[in-house]
Nanobody
Framework: VQLQASGGGLVQAGDSLRLSCAAS????????MGWFRQAPGKERELVAA????????YYADSVKGRFTISRDFAKNTVYLQMNSLKPEDTAVYYC????????????????WGQGTQVTVSS
């Protein structure tokens, strides 16, 4: 399984960015796909997640109403649309995938992509 994240950059507060995570190596039916972020000196946090097949979603309180996670079956890609960006959104963003087995067992994510830097200036 390979996850390739892209789309980060330097923007101003209030701007938008869309991150992409291209997934390959197998079919992802039943998987949960997530976007995490880690800011300097802080722990990694789950920002948003989506079930690959059912479309159910999760958002951290800090991004609700501003970020939208979605997936494209045809392109095997998961997106994170980030609007109304704030300086506190500055972090390295990672995409990750969790197998159905780990979801059932309440375990963590199995596969991780490389990070993409998002920097929001005030």
């Amino acid at each position: 399984v390979q996850l390739q994240a892209s789309g980060g950059g330097l923007v101003q507060a209030g701007d938008s960015l869309r991150l992409s995570c291209a997934a390959s190596g197998r079919t992802f039916s039943g998987y949960v796909m997530g976007w995490f972020r880690q800011a300097p000196g802080k722990e990694r946090e789950l920002v948003a997640a989506i079930s690959w097949s059912g479309g159910s979603t999760y958002y951290a309180d800090s991004v609700k109403g501003r970020f939208t996670i979605s997936r494209d079956f045809a392109k095997n890609t998961v997106y994170l649309q980030m609007n109304s960006l704030k300086p506190e959104d500055t972090a390295v963003y990672y995409c990750a995938a969790k197998t159905p087995e780990n979801s059932q067992r309440g375990r963590g994510y199995d596969y991780w992509g490389q990070g993409t830097q998002v920097t929001v200036s005030s």
